[in-house]
């Protein structure tokens, strides 16, 4: 089984609409990064969550970890064209121990139709 | 800030010929650097930790014979697929945390580089 699951796998949403994507583990997270993907391309940093009940926004995202930092939401707000892609979630889960390392989600696949 | 290249961004060769794609840290040095495996609809898969000046930690399973990486600067690594076969066409991507003390930092990624191998 994943150490990290996302969800939904894929998501399609009307232009205009609000949606969330899961992520969890049940292992602590000690860092937990959202990237977002074009398919055949690199992954761009959208945010990075370190303390439990931690929220980030930046434009129309919100991430947030949960208390116990095992879960994670991201929230897209009025969803566009523009934010069509894959999105991961990635966690150091081995505690600071293994310097940098992340373990990814499988990906949430978000299509946004106009 | 924080970019981060690959080069090249596709290339196909004939099985048995070797291939080295870099990883470079344009505007900020790089103690750590990352390789990662995707394939079609899948996640990320590490295969492998470079660090500046040592040898790169191999994931489980990752042959370091054919995956050798050699990181020999802050701002550049290289990973160089010997004797590639046609079951090593992939999407590899690096990706370069920046060099600090905080314990928590992130990885910024390059645009990855398309394999296919005849």
């Known amino acids: 089984s994943q150490e990290l699951e996302q969800s939904p796998q894929s998501l399609i949403v009307q232009e205009g609409k609000n949606l969330t994507i899961n992520c969890t583990s049940s292992?602590?997270?000690?860092?937990l990064y959202w990237y977002k993907q074009k398919y055949g391309e690199g992954l761009i940093f959208l945010m990075m969550?370190?303390?439990?009940?931690e929220e980030k926004s930046h434009e129309k995202i919100t991430a947030k970890l949960d208390e116990k930092k095992q879960q994670s939401s991201l929230h897209i707000t009025a969803s566009q064209p523009s934010h069509a892609g894959i999105y991961l979630c990635?966690?150091?889960?081995?505690?600071?121990?293994?310097?940098?390392?992340?373990?990814f989600g499988q990906g949430t696949i978000l299509t946004v139709h106009p | 800030g924080a970019v981060v290249s690959q080069h090249p961004s596709w290339v196909i060769c004939k099985s048995g010929t070797s291939v080295k794609i870099e990883c470079r840290s344009l505007?900020?040095?790089?103690?750590?650097m990352f390789w990662y495996r995707q394939f079609p609809k899948q996640s990320l898969m590490l295969m492998a930790t470079?660090?500046?000046?040592?040898?790169?930690?191999?994931e489980q399973g990752v042959e370091k014979d054919k995956f050798l990486i050699n990181h020999a600067s802050l701002t550049l690594s290289t990973l160089t697929v010997t004797s590639a076969h046609p079951e090593d066409s992939s999407f590899y991507i690096c990706?370069?945390?920046?060099?600090?003390?905080?314990?928590?930092?992130?990885?910024?990624f390059g645009p990855g580089t398309r394999l296919t191998v005849l």
């Open positions: 292992k602590t997270l000690y860092g």
């Open positions: 470079s660090n500046e000046g040592s040898k790169a930690t191999y």
């Open positions: 990706s370069a945390t920046p060099t600090s003390g905080r314990a928590l930092l992130v990885q910024f």
């Open positions: 969550l370190q303390k439990g009940g």
């Open positions: 990635g966690a150091d889960i081995a505690g600071g121990t293994s310097y940098g390392k992340l373990t």
């Open positions: 505007d900020f040095q790089a103690t750590t």
